[in-house]
């Protein structure tokens, strides 16, 4: 399973474009950095709508931001499937994030026939200890 | 522990409204409903900004309510605590939400010294199958 | 789906002596008392092979009963399927168990073509207040 | 708080030998091969009371040897200090092991005044891919 990516960057940002144009809703802010076997970096630039009073980023951007990276590295492994769903998602709130923006780091731990589980590591821009760690299960369609 | 909630759904309203005014941005759309001996429930109205593509609720609009409901019950229960804070969250997404309002009912299962634990299940308005099951923990400050 | 059970608490007994002899190993002490539309019941007596210093129960004790409970009311559901696999199990400890046997109370929280996600509250005997609370998904296999 | 552990892998045998005998209850199996800063390895050896049918290890042993991992992480850290108990633990099995020992390796991703959360991997010895991975969060009694 831990083949080169399938998909580039550019025709990972298409697809997302096509295919999840709710997540650049009220301004594009998710970049994907990086792809690479079986993981993947997405960028969160520092947005007045991802905040909760004090300037601190809102738990429920660091959940859409996880989930987009983990299905940004799914992608990247396994092609444009449009299928997969998010069925778990569990994060844990380690520190509290910067004013910055965030980078968020996926590596997928299994990629089976119906599952996919990968752990996310969410850090402030420039701050090496973790704002938050998730584990995430996609269902993913059946495949050859 | 389970005694009578010690603020009214009124109270809460208005400490949420100064304390917690993030979750109206763009529209006050969580209504709380009710409280109880350790537990509250809360209405979403359906709102465009919860939206995903097809017209359902997306993942991060139902952790938001969870956390919002869990939050509720906590302060209900213990009063006006502005520093407890969410340590992790832990979500199964279930069924494909209506295209309705969410209705969100939070039970507390532990009210310690330093952590409460609680699930709450979430369906849309009308339909008795659950759209999501989610397990929280809060730290709290120490009481009396 | 919240149909009537299709196997007795006897067949599922017999089944599990026949599939799951390893949960017997030194000793019987999980008994099912009740299985219900998307529900079961199971009682583990006390044993000294699930308990920790102090006479508590054990972290892994619990789990163990939860994971069997939760196999039990899936049984119930779908019929002697051998092939349901845990896929992931969460745990909160709440609070230190009683020196007596612990009841579990299994609900199917969903029951898909793929997954199945279910809750599990433990509780020592005779007392109210939850011990564990757990969150379990199985894969379960293709069905009619 | 990423410093040098304050035990030694033998001080930390010493310490579990007096303080968690019940881990090597029918034979010691956990070995702690390494400490280092935030983090920990331990081999569970194979053996039967570990297994189950077909001779794979089963799922309690599994969670048994990822808290001790975290738990013996968590004193080479902050020293020998008998009062952290575990509040929460998720785990996503991912393929079945091997019949063989089996390799746990702690990272922790916080250790803060009141909670500690990490993370372990565990793989059977010699297989690259995981077996199951976890979470786990610890109370920790308050310290200087």
Do not use: W
């Not at 697809?15 to 709710?22: A, L, T, V």
């Amino acid at each position: 399973m831990t083949h080169e990516p399938v998909m580039t960057v550019e025709e990972l940002e298409a697809f997302m474009e096509r295919d999840f144009p709710q997540v650049h809703h009220g301004g594009r802010t998710n970049v994907i950095e990086a792809v690479r076997p079986m993981g993947a970096t997405v960028r969160m630039h520092y947005h007045e709508r991802h905040l909760r009073p004090g300037g601190t980023i809102s738990g429920p951007a660091m959940m859409q931001l996880a989930d987009y990276t983990m299905y940004v590295a799914l992608l990247a492994q396994i092609g444009p499937v449009p299928l997969a769903v998010t069925t778990n998602l569990s994060i844990n709130f380690l520190r509290k994030p910067d004013q910055s923006d965030m980078i968020a780091e996926c590596t997928l731990l299994k990629l089976g026939q119906r599952l996919a589980v990968g752990e996310v590591a969410l850090h402030s821009d420039g701050e090496e200890e973790l704002a938050a760690h998730v584990v995430l299960t996609y269902s993913v369609p059946p495949r050859d």
